[in-house]
């Protein structure tokens, strides 16, 4: 079975500052896919990233990065120039690749503090 | 992006009461969709994937009869706490993937108080 491993239960970033939370996965698959989640205060889940399994090139979404490394299974975010509304939790999720498998596997979370 | 609404937002209710929770894709069909319940400051607890036209899987835990779950078209599914008591106080999250299922779209949530 997979599972999903967030070691930092919180992190403290100053605001323009650059932070980086780590995730951790354990499978034996092959393909599949790797998200981050934001959860601000009002806790609508909001998408940040997705990475594919196959695709070699780290994903990016303007102050968000990831860094994938699937040999050793860690999926870290990276935030850059961090905004005081960046303020959440964040979770890591694995979802396997076949069909019909869209059940998602939650990280524990990582609550993230941005100091003005 | 893709939206998923709940409704409603939040409810409070007596113990022994039923209380029903819909789920909406609102731009998108969904033949799954997932229910899940969060506990203050912990992460999401998958209870049970509803299926469109067929019987919901739930997870391992979850009573079937306590958590009763519809999915009658392709864009609602409800959930129902039947005699609900306090202990089913709790934050509750739908989800829906859309597309080929890459990616799962939240709803904002409902938070059950019971009293």
């Known amino acids: 079975a997979q599972t999903v491993t967030q070691s930092q239960p919180e992190m403290s970033v100053q605001e323009a500052e650059t932070v980086t939370l780590s995730c951790t996965y354990d499978t034996s698959e092959s393909d599949y896919y790797l998200f981050w989640y934001k959860q601000p205060p009002s806790r609508q889940m909001i998408l940040v990233i997705r990475?594919?399994?196959?695709?070699?090139q780290n994903a990016t979404e303007n102050r968000f990065s990831v860094n994938f490394q699937k040999a050793a299974k860690s999926f870290s975010l990276k935030i850059s120039d961090s905004q005081l509304g960046d303020a959440a939790m964040y979770f890591c999720?694995?979802?396997?690749?076949?069909?019909?498998?869209?059940?998602?596997?939650f990280g524990t979370g990582t609550r993230l503090k941005v100091l003005a | 992006g893709a939206v998923v609404s709940q409704h409603p937002s939040w409810v409070i209710c007596k113990s022994g009461t039923s209380v029903k929770i819909e789920c909406r894709s609102l731009?998108?069909?969904?033949?799954?969709m997932f229910w899940y319940r969060q506990f203050p400051k912990q992460s999401l607890m998958l209870m049970a994937t509803?299926?469109?036209?067929?019987?919901?899987?739930?997870e391992q835990g979850v009573e079937k009869d306590k958590f009763l779950i519809n999915h009658a078209s392709l864009t609602l599914s409800t959930l129902t706490v039947t005699s609900a008591h306090p202990e089913d106080s709790s934050f509750y999250i739908c989800?829906?993937?859309?597309?080929?299922?890459?990616?799962?779209?939240f709803g904002p949530g409902t938070r059950l108080l019971v009293l």
């Open positions: 990475q594919e399994a196959y695709k070699q």
């Open positions: 731009d998108f069909q969904a033949t799954t």
């Open positions: 989800s829906a993937p859309r597309g080929q299922g890459e990616t799962q779209y």
């Open positions: 999720a694995y979802r396997s690749l076949g069909p019909g498998t869209y059940k998602y596997i």
């Open positions: 509803s299926n469109e036209g067929s019987k919901a899987t739930y």
